[in-house]
C-alpha cells in the first residue's frame, strides 16, 4: 500500500486560498489519489479524485506532478466551515488502498479563523 | 435520495455488555463497510458486507462480527465491551469496488 504523509495541521483565514500537500512516494502506476474531508462527529466526505496532472470541481482543485510522488488539494477562498480534517488516501479507484477497506492516515486538521 | 442511516446515533453500554449497531445503505448499493474511529487509532476499517458475503476484514479481533440482510442492511455486533471499544463507528456505502463510498453519521459508542 502506498503510504501517505500530511501535515498534522494547518491554519489560515477566511478568504484565503488552502493548500495541502500530501507524499505519496511509492504510489503505484494504477493507484488514484483521494482526498476526504471529515467535519467533526460526522463520517468522511468524498472532495475530489485524481490520476494525473490537475483536476477542478465545484469545491476543490488536485494538483498533481507528472512523477505522481506527491498532491496537492487546493481549497479557494475558504470559510469557517471548511474547518475540518482533510484525509489524503491513494489507492485503486475510489478504494484508498486496503483490499477493499478504505485506509485512512491521521489527516491534516484545517482550522480557518476569522 | 436518502443517504446512509446508522441507528442509534449514541449509546452508552457497560463493561461486559454487548451491542448492536444498524446501518441502511444508499438504495441499490450492495456494499456496506464498517469503521471504528477513535482519537489514538484514527479511522480503521473493520469488514465490509457484499450481497450478504463477508468480502473483507481488518484486523480486529472476533469479538467484533457483523452481518447483512438480502436488502442490504447492515449490523454490527460488539462483545464482552471492554473501555477501549468506546469510539465512533461509522458505516459506508457503495454500489460496488471502484464507486464512491459514502458514509453516514456514525453511531458515538461510550463504554463505561
Known amino acids: 500500500l502506498a503510504k501517505t504523509t500530511q501535515p498534522i495541521s494547518m491554519d489560515s483565514y477566511e478568504g484565503q486560498e488552502v493548500n495541502i500537500t500530501c507524499s505519496h512516494n511509492n504510489i503505484a502506476t494504477n493507484d488514484y489519489i483521494t482526498w476526504y474531508q471529515q467535519f467533526p462527529s460526522q463520517g468522511p466526505r468524498f472532495i475530489i479524485q485524481?490520476?494525473?496532472t490537475k483536476v477542478t470541481n465545484e469545491v476543490a482543485s488536485l494538483f498533481i506532478p507528472a512523477d505522481r510522488k506527491s498532491s496537492t488539494l487546493s481549497l479557494p477562498r475558504v470559510s469557517l466551515s471548511d474547518t475540518a480534517v482533510y484525509y489524503c488516501?491513494?489507492?485503486?479507484?475510489?478504494?484508498?488502498?486496503?483490499?477493499?477497506?478504505?485506509?485512512f492516515g491521521k489527516g491534516t486538521h484545517l482550522i480557518i479563523q476569522p | 435520495k436518502a443517504g446512509v442511516t446508522q441507528t442509534p446515533r449514541y449509546l452508552i453500554k457497560t463493561r461486559g455488555q454487548q451491542v448492536t449497531l444498524s446501518c441502511s445503505p444508499i438504495?441499490?448499493?450492495?456494499?456496506v463497510s464498517w469503521y471504528q474511529q477513535t482519537p489514538g487509532q484514527g479511522l480503521q476499517f473493520l469488514f465490509e458486507?457484499?450481497?450478504?458475503?463477508?468480502?473483507n476484514k481488518g484486523n480486529f479481533p472476533g469479538r467484533f462480527s457483523g452481518r447483512q440482510f438480502s436488502n442490504s442492511r447492515s449490523e454490527m455486533n460488539v462483545s464482552t465491551l471492554e473501555l477501549g471499544d468506546s469510539a465512533l463507528y461509522l458505516c459506508a456505502s457503495r454500489y460496488d469496488k471502484n464507486t464512491e463510498a459514502f458514509f453516514g453519521q456514525g453511531t458515538r459508542l461510550t463504554v463505561v
Open positions: 438504495s441499490g448499493h450492495r456494499s
Open positions: 458486507y457484499f450481497s450478504e458475503t463477508q468480502r
Open positions: 488516501l491513494v489507492g485503486p479507484l475510489y478504494s484508498g488502498g486496503g483490499a477493499d477497506g478504505l485506509t
Open positions: 485524481g490520476y494525473k
